[in-house]
């Protein structure tokens, strides 16, 4: 995606400049080119007590796969680590939990105060089922407003685990929740944007509710991601983009019909994959048989099988 | 619920379901089209401003179509008020203490 758009960028910037020569042009290209290769890594706070489905969260949505099976259970300081995944590095801070002791709250400002001011996006996760957000409320208002209000603006806070919100009667076959479900999330997402502009009254972030689980709601939450960053960082965010796939959780018979398996052959199939692909793609595939075989293995792996 | 009891219900039931998936994936497609106009204006905005600063470093004149032009135009505006912003939050500090 972000090749294909650079492409039309240049193309559109070329076309403002028909002046500059091509050799002149091409030269201004590359520069640029050369750092969007070097741009630092997204930088991804998660911040959440343990349990709240934090590496889960990491998985679905930038398929890290095996690298992250859990987060280091660290409360004493910020556990810093870059992780490769499907398509590159992000790095990740695992921020210590809240409200544990009056002692190790001058610790944790200082942590967050060193660790906040530098990320591109903070993502507090909350367990949907849990209504305990009193003492990160509390913490809002006096710690994080004391490092920098705006540093609230870029947090993104989301509650998980939403299949099991009351009364837990998630849709097997749709995987959606159910009716009443539904106003119970609602509810509790209203509850809890209402908590933090009374802690920090300048926010005006989105509160999602989602499922790591059940890959519900995955793009929703991304974007809220996406739009908590700073403007010039965002792509380097979707560069690295791997959604899990929501309808693998949706039973086949009630998929719309233009998603349901079709029964092609496999070379059917590898048509229609290289006719989707863009042409750098299929110029990469090409170069060598090593280059289709690493492909096709990547494919497989971020489809969740095996490889061979 | 069982393949069993898939089998079992009415097609009314089973046009409901459907449209419970579509209404969601109807949702997420505008979160992705959302997300794909957003990283659009980021990667803009980003090569926008590098290339104005590589040319200059060049000693090259560029020229930016408008729409870039505007974003970076809107980055000055944008830092003038986080800037003053953050002077009044450290009047605001100064005072508390």
Redesign the interface.
Known sequence: ??ND??KK??G??R???PS?SQE?FD??QR??EE??KKEPPPRVAFIGEAGVGKSTTLNVLFNAGQEVSHFEACTQEEAAFDVEVAKGVIRIYDMPGLGESIEKREKHLETYKRVLENIDVALWILDAQYRAIESIQTYLSREIK?I???IAERMVFVLNKVDLVHPADW??????PSEEQKRNIEARINDVKKKIREAVPTWKGDVIGYSALRY?????L??AM??AMP?????VL?DR?ALAD??EK??E????LQSRPQNKTPEEQVTELLENMTEEQRAGLLKNNESVHSFFSRLMKNKGHKKE | ?SATT?DQLSSAE?SR??A??????D??DT??R???Q??????????????QA??AF?G?A????LA?AE?IVE?FVDGFK?GW??AF?EIR?TRNT
């Open positions: 995606m972000i758009m650079l960028i240049f559109d910037i076309a403002e400049n500059l002149e030269k201004l520069a640029v750092q969007v004391a920098n209000s705006s849709h097997p076959l749709a995987n959606v519900y709601n995955l793009p929703q991304f974007l996406l739009e403007r010039g960082r965002r792509w979707t983009k929501f309808l949706v039973d018979r009630v998929r719309p | 619920m898939y089973r379901i459907e419970m998936v579509k209404s969601q994936l949702s997420m979160a992705n959302q997300i794909v957003r990283t659009r204006e980021s990667l803009a905005y980003y090569v926008a401003n590098a290339i590589t040319a060049l090259y560029i020229a930016l179509p870039y974003m980055r986080e912003n953050a939050d500090r």
